[in-house]
Every structure is written in C-alpha cells, then in structure tokens.
C-alpha cells in the first residue's frame, strides 16, 4: 500500500504542475490565435485543429520539449549555469518580443510559486528559474522525482489545453468540440516526446512563420482578451 501511495504522488505532482488553474497567468496568453481568428486564418475547429497540430509537431516537439528535457538534466545535475544557458537559448529563438515576454512573465510568476511551495533550493535558484517557465517547470518536475519523459508529456499537454481553453472563446467553439479537438491531438504527444528525447543539441531548433505572424499583429492589435 505505500508502494503505491509513494509511487501515485510524482503523478499528482505533476497533475498540479501542469494544471491550468496554476496562478501562472497561463490562461491570459493565445499565442497569436487571438489575431488569427480576427483575420480569418483560424474560422473553424478544423482550422484550429491544423493550427495547433502544425505548431505541436514544429516548435514544440523541435524546440521546448528537447529543451525543458536538457533543463531537466541541469536540475538533475544541479548545474544552474547550465540551465540558464537552455533557458537562454529557449528566450532567444522565441520569435517576438510578446512572446518573449510571455515566456519570462510566466517564469517570474512559476519562480515565485516555486518558493511559496517551499521546494529546497528555490531561493538559491530563482534569478536563473526566473527567465523562462519551462526552467521552473523542469526544476519542480526534477524535485518531486517527476522522470524528464514524464515532464515533457505533462509540458506538451498544459501547452495544448490552455490554447484550446482560448479558442474556445476566440472561435469560439463550445466545450464539447474544445473537448473532441483535444482528444483527437492526444495521440500526436507521446510519438512526439519520444523524437524530442532524441534530438542532439545542433538538431534542436524550429521556424514558426505562421505563429510569428500572429503574435507580431497581436501586439497591436486594437482590441484583444488576451496578453498574446
């Protein structure tokens, strides 16, 4: 019985890390939909679906999940010089200046909970934890003996609940659909966190013409729901 009470909790660890109820800010962000649906890229949940599976297989898989898997092993290893170099090199290929501000915005505010939550060495790393989420997502993962594979399902699926959460009301698309879109991209996580394990360091990288589009228009964007 304490086996399996011992071994359920890196689970529910990571259920709390990756919930969208975290007071992250993360349902204040769109990612660019926000301005897609307003010039007709996004009309539909096919749209939508093609949308967000595109960016799934491109910048996700190929930049923040072999990333946040590298920023795990530096909190394994407890080498913060190297997790800010990830984090870093995580800032610099975010395509926008919104969406770099997304990134560091959510870093302060999951360093933060970090601390409040009182996990050991918060404090000691929070000005390089502070610089991107996924960093302060890896080093809670790594603390609560969350595996790194673990991590990046967990990583990949707040990423997409959140964004069909916007599109629910930016489509706007009723819950029902939201729920069916998000069934039918489950499948795509697990193929795809296994490729991201593999990519060597110079294979890591990504182009989001599309995205960088959107978030670019987004910034001006008359009027607008969402930070990005």
């Known amino acids: 019985m304490k086996d399996r009470v011992t071994r359920a909790e890196p689970l529910l660890r990571l259920m709390h890390l990756a919930s969208p109820a975290l007071p992250i800010g993360g349902f204040t962000y769109s990612q660019g939909i926000e301005w897609a649906v307003e010039a007709g890229w996004i009309r539909t949940a ?45 800032l610099a290929a975010r395509e926008t200046s919104e969406l770099r501000a997304e990134e560091t915005q959510r870093g302060r505010a999951l360093a933060d909970l970090l601390l409040a939550w009182g996990l050991p060495d918060a404090k000691v790393w929070r000005p390089v934890l502070a610089r991107a989420q996924a960093a302060g997502f890896a080093f809670a993962a790594c603390a609560w003996e969350i595996s790194a594979r673990e991590a990046l399902i967990g990583y990949a699926w707040a990423w997409l609940e959140n964004l069909v959460l916007a599109a629910v009301k930016l489509v706007p698309l009723g819950q029902t659909r939201g729920q069916r879109l998000l069934a039918c991209l489950i499948p795509e996580v697990p193929a795809l966190v296994e490729a991201a394990l593999t990519l060597q360091d110079g294979e890591i990288g990504a182009a989001s013409p599309a995205l960088a589009i959107a978030s670019s228009a987004h910034e001006t964007q008359y009027s607008r729901l969402f930070r990005s």
Do not use: K
Request: charge should be negative; charged fraction near 25%; hydrophobic fraction near 55%.
């Open 46 to 90: 096919e749209d939508l679906e093609a949308w967000l599976r595109d960016q799934l297989r491109g910048a996700i898989a190929q930049l923040d999940l072999p990333l946040l898997a590298r920023m795990w092993t530096a909190a394994h290893s407890r080498d913060a010089a190297a997790m800010g170099l990830w984090a870093n090199r995580l």
